[in-house]
């Protein structure tokens, strides 16, 4: 089992670059979601998808764009990088947080927009 | 509002020493609480997930208790190895919507030799 799989593991953008950080689970999981995680504070939730066809915006989401075409998928879009978007960014899936099961995490992408 | 608060932000302790990481919580209606280990550069892994009903779960030498009625929660590492160097994340899941789950910023532990 790969479990949550990210890519890339790094990237360096210039502002106003576009990109896209993917991530694609193995686990069947309806549950997605990004986050990220900068120092001295907890993970932030980007974007969330509840199942294919079907996303909603988390706590921080301006200048992110997300899409649920398949259950394994969920490519995180940045539509023009700010350096506010310097970040690691960690994709998640799990069955519905509401159900006691954990949630698995991806690698990780460390992002620096100069 | 729901928050999440963990003390020490950071920790140094020696090899084989024990250590106790706490975990304050005003997330509600509440579902569960789970504690994740975070090796630098790596992603959060789950260590143990407590529902209301649980006041106690072990992983290994991670034991986790939660007392729901004043929301505490700790996390014990026994024997403490220098493995165990890494950030410890509490994480508390409200009982409601999809867009539930409350992260602590973490305690960072050092194990010295």
């Known amino acids: 089992n790969a479990g949550v799989t990210q890519t890339p593991k790094f990237q360096v953008l210039k502002t106003g670059q576009s990109m896209t950080l993917q991530c694609a689970q193995d686990?069947?999981?309806?549950?997605m979601s990004w986050y990220r995680q900068d120092p001295g504070m907890g993970l932030r939730l980007i974007h969330y998808?509840?199942?294919?066809?079907?996303?909603d915006q988390g706590e921080v989401p301006n200048g992110y764009n997300v899409s649920r075409s398949t259950t394994e998928d969920f490519p995180l879009r940045l539509l023009s990088a700010a350096p506010s978007q310097t970040s690691v960014y960690f994709c998640?899936?799990?069955?519905?947080?509401?159900?006691?099961?954990?949630?698995?995490f991806g690698q990780g992408t460390r992002l620096t927009v100069v | 509002k729901n928050q999440v608060e963990q003390s020490p932000q950071s920790l140094i302790i020696l090899e084989g020493k024990n250590c106790t990481l706490q975990?304050?919580?005003?997330?509600?209606?509440?579902?569960?609480l789970r504690w994740y280990k975070q090796d630098t550069g790596r992603g959060p892994v789950s260590l143990t997930i407590?529902?209301?009903?649980?006041n106690t779960k072990s992983n290994g030498r991670y034991t986790a208790t939660l007392d729901a009625d004043t929301k505490q929660s700790s996390l014990h590492i026994t024997a403490s190895q220098l493995s165990d160097s890494a950030s410890y994340i509490c994480?508390?899941?409200?009982?409601?919507?999809?867009?539930?789950?409350?992260f602590g910023t973490g305690t960072r532990l050092t194990v010295i030799p």
């Open positions: 998640a899936s799990s069955y519905m947080p509401t159900m006691n099961t954990e949630a698995f």
């Open positions: 686990m069947n999981h309806e549950y």
């Open positions: 998808s509840v199942g294919a066809g079907i996303t």
């Open positions: 975990c304050n919580y005003t997330v509600s209606p509440f579902s569960n």
């Open positions: 407590m529902t209301f009903s649980e």
């Open positions: 994480v508390v899941s409200a009982r409601t919507g999809a867009n539930n789950l409350f």
